[in-house]
């Protein structure tokens, strides 16, 4: 199952990217994602493998994964394993004027009984994919935006930059 959106945040790429960047502000935005952690972080962070657990609909997950690519304020993906699915995840971010677009690409692959439920209710599973990332690509874009510079009020050094 292919999934793309993209938001245009009114913010430079490096606030955007001050977010998006980061597990632990991620987590900010990312409401499906209730806890993230790194099993080895690469100097580069290409690599660096993570382990992360995933809610919704009142279920949890637990998926591993791996940072295949990453360049700050531009882009970065991951591929994650679980369960029940495995996941490419690419975010890229471009820049006209004062607006950065955000686009959020998702290869999902399912795996076992929840592979024959995605042939059975597939719109149905995709639609509710695409209705939580949504949510959050709005909360990502109003992190951004709530002032000039994007950032919490505090000081706290970036996890992955």
């Known amino acids: 199952m292919q999934i793309t959106l993209s938001t245009e945040i009114y913010a430079d790429p490096e606030t955007v990217f001050y977010w998006l960047g980061d597990p632990e502000r ?30 919704g609909d009142g279920q949890s997950t637990q998926l591993t994964g791996v940072v295949v690519d990453y360049l700050p304020n531009q882009r970065m993906a991951f591929h994650l394993e679980g369960d029940y699915n495995s996941v490419e995840v690419l975010f890229t971010l ?13 290869d999902i692959r399912f795996k076992g009984l929840l592979k024959v439920s995605s042939l059975l209710f597939g719109r149905a599973i995709k639609r509710n994919i695409l209705r939580q990332s949504n949510e959050e690509l709005a909360a990502l874009k109003r992190l951004c935006e709530q002032n000039p510079s994007g950032r919490e009020a505090q000081s706290d050094q970036c996890l992955l930059g």
């Open 26 to 55: 991620a987590r900010r935005w990312m409401t499906s994602v209730g806890h993230t952690e790194y099993i080895e972080r690469t100097p580069e962070l290409i690599g660096s493998t993570f382990r992360e657990i995933v809610q």
């Open 94 to 106: 471009q820049t006209e004027q004062d607006i950065t677009r955000v686009t959020q690409t998702a």
